[in-house]
């Protein structure tokens, strides 16, 4: 099941067909959409589509997260949007930025 982090982004994984030796194989690639209010604010590219499809995605559980990381749900949602703050302002500045989710995929 893909989900959908409000300001941040979409993460899900799209079956893509590759060729392996005279074989079509298909295998599950992890994807993530910047979130298209992120994305118009430093101007980047308009993707249409959130994810190929438009498939619909689960909104993230703050809840759930916050009970899996024994936190609170505010510290859970600070830290994305510290996470988001973070990642503006380095698009703002034109830097290389990379996004390394552990565990995920």
Same mark, same amino acid.
């Given at each position: 099941?893909?989900?959908?982090?409000?300001?941040?982004?979409?993460? !899900?994984?799209?079956?893509?067909?590759?060729?392996?030796?005279?074989?079509?194989?298909?295998?599950?690639?992890?994807?993530?959409?910047?979130?298209?209010?992120?994305?118009?604010?430093?101007?980047?590219? !308009?993707?249409?589509?959130?994810?190929?499809?438009?498939?619909?995605?689960?909104?993230?559980?703050?809840?759930?997260?916050?009970?899996?990381?024994?936190?609170?749900?505010?510290?859970?949602?600070?830290?994305?949007?510290?996470?988001?703050?973070?990642?503006?302002?380095?698009?703002?500045?034109?830097?290389?930025?990379?996004?390394?989710?552990?565990?995920?995929?």
């Amino acid at each position: 099941q893909g989900v959908r982090i409000p300001t941040l982004g979409s993460f !899900d994984v799209v079956p893509t067909q590759t060729q392996v030796g005279d074989k079509t194989v298909t295998i599950q690639r992890p994807t993530f959409r910047l979130a298209r209010n992120l994305g118009g604010v430093h101007n980047l590219m !308009d993707n249409k589509d959130d994810l190929p499809g438009n498939k619909e995605l689960e909104p993230l559980k703050y809840a759930k997260v916050a009970m899996d990381a024994s936190v609170s749900r505010r510290k859970v949602e600070g830290c994305i949007l510290g996470t988001t703050s973070l990642l503006s302002h380095c698009l703002g500045k034109a830097e290389n930025v990379a996004l390394v989710l552990r565990d995920v995929g």
